[in-house]
């Protein structure tokens, strides 16, 4: 699909340039914009090492929650993003156990992928009922998601749908291009950079073109 250049250059003027990542507990709410840095853990982990009996073992959903009390508590971390997989429940619903354990036990917004639409919707339901509404949840969104493109240049169905829907409930998407360079793009960092910035920028295109403002982050990795 070829976007023409005043296609892109609208939805980059639609798209919102500060978003809240908004808190439980509004003192930790964090405004993404311009020049003002901030800091998050990565996820998701899927093995530990096991604080108490030293095993290296794999993930559960108890480690997950306890991973987010450990992000809560530090000060240098403004959002927390899901940072170990709960492997001890059906994967296809582990999306759901994981954000239970950790809008529990932090009070930080709660960033973090589930896979589908279906999960989504649950998500958002959950989400809104925290907040006390639909409505209360697109004023102060407590919770963020992401989708991740396929490098090179693709946009898978789950990723699309994901984009679509989280326009239209007014959940912010972190689009994170996993551009490998020499793997799935050109080995030089020029050639990456370009591929990268194409999957980000056609995200931001459906994005808009759903319900224009849709907050969407640029993401990376």
């Known amino acids: 699909v070829h976007f023409p250049n005043y296609v892109v250059e609208e939805a980059i003027r639609l798209a919102p340039s500060t978003i809240t990542f908004a808190a439980r507990n509004p003192e930790k709410d964090y405004v993404l914009e311009d020049n003002r840095p901030g800091f998050t853990n990565f996820g998701e982990g899927i093995m530990i090492n096991d604080l108490y009996t030293g095993e290296y073992r794999r993930s559960t959903k108890k480690d997950c929650g306890q991973a987010a009390l450990m992000a809560d508590w530090c000060s ?22 994981e954000v239970q354990v950790n809008i529990t036990n932090t009070s930080k917004h709660v960033i973090q992928g589930c896979g589908n639409i279906r999960n989504l919707r649950k998500i958002h339901k959950v989400m809104s009922h ?40 007014g959940i912010p998407i972190v689009i994170i291009s996993m551009a490998l360079a020499g793997g799935t793009t050109p080995v030089t960092l020029a050639g990456t950079l370009i591929t990268h ?11 808009q073109a759903t319900v224009k403002g849709a907050p969407i982050v640029y993401g990376s990795s």
């Open 197 to 207: 910035n194409a999957e980000a920028l056609a995200s931001m295109v459906l994005s």
């Open 76 to 97: 240098a971390i403004d959002a927390h993003e899901r940072a170990l997989s709960a492997q001890d429940v059906p994967a296809v619903i582990a999306p759901l156990h």
């Open 130 to 169: 925290i907040c006390g509404g639909e409505d209360e949840f697109r004023k102060r969104p407590i919770y963020s998601t992401i989708t991740c493109p396929i490098s090179p240049l693709q946009l898978v169905p789950e990723s699309t749908e994901m984009i679509m829907e989280s326009a239209r409930l």
